[in-house]
């Protein structure tokens, strides 16, 4: 007998991006239920070769259903998420809103598998921003071998990062550039096409951002809070695939050799590092596969122990539904939850 899943928020970008990776790995569940707002009851979502009908959110029954993918935001998740977790169903959320809870463990399996028994106590699992969660998997072997002591991390983020709005925005706004329309900005806070914008998430009283804050926050409570992170989170006109440019200062030695060597092995790193013309990865190659892609690595002479790197991955996939589908896996694999219907 399989498990029952939930996936609310299904008509979004992350959530159609779970029921493919669902249906892809074949994941262990009997029955997978679409969910989204009152706006979409009824439409339609694909599920591998199946469709599902979508259900409403507000007025679904959780008492027989295992686990809950929840992508539907931060203010639907501080809602839902509690009363899910009470009705014995365990909620992996997509949002903000329980990452920085002490009670609540924040997961990459490939970073922190263990810290996964901490969800407990309120039956939820928090997946963290999608520029952290690419970031960590790359960091952790190295912070393994040589110990970081600080990391420097400039962003440039896809706009599937602001949901299918600001998709269809830079879609919009690129059309409107060819046909000389007026181009309107609502879901950025200027024009985004053949533009950057460095102002992700809102401003914070020290001058940073809160997907600045993010980074750094999430960073140390997966990996190591003694290490120092400074980011810059920069919108860049690209659909699909956050890249990141990052410094790392290490306590240990490490060459760029050792580190080819040691990310090669890691698991979720994929190393394409020539030194030629396109021996490196770009967004837009990363969109559709799970890897983090890990390119450009350099010594960096201007500190004691320090290295460059380059690190690409789909923002959609390990930035969110995949890693939420990997907890799911972890969960079962270790044993920590049973299906209701078998356990009944
Ligand atoms: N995109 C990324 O790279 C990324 C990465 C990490 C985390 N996240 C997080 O994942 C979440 C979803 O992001 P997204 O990019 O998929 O956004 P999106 O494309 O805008 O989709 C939002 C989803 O939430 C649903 N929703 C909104 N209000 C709802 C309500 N009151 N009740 C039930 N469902 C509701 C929407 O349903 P309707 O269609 O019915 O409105 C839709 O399915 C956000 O919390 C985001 O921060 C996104």
Known sequence: ????????????????EMLNILSERGFPADEVVALASARSQGTEVSFGDKTLKVKNLENYDFSDTDICLMSAGGAVSLKY??????????VIDNSSAWRY???VPLIVPEVNPDAISLFTKKNIIANPNCSTAQLVVALKPLHDYAKIKRVVVSTYQSVSGAGKDGMDELFNQTRAVFVADPIESKKFTKRIAFNVIPHIDVFMEDGYTKEEWKVLAETKKMLDPKIK????AVRVPVFIGHSESVNIEFENEITAD???????EAPGCLVVDKHENGGYVTPYECAGEDATYISRIREDATVENGLNIWVVSDNLRKGAALNAIQIAELLINRGLIRAKKQAA
């Open 81 to 90: 998420s509690p009363k899910i977790g009470q009705q014995g169903c365990v």
């Open 101 to 103: 809870d002490s009670e």
């Open 258 to 264: 050792e580190a080819r060597d040691i990310l090669r």
């Open 1 to 16: 007998m399989g498990f029952k899943i939930a996936v609310a928020g299904a008509t979004g970008n992350v959530g159609r």
């Open 229 to 232: 992170v400074t980011c810059t």
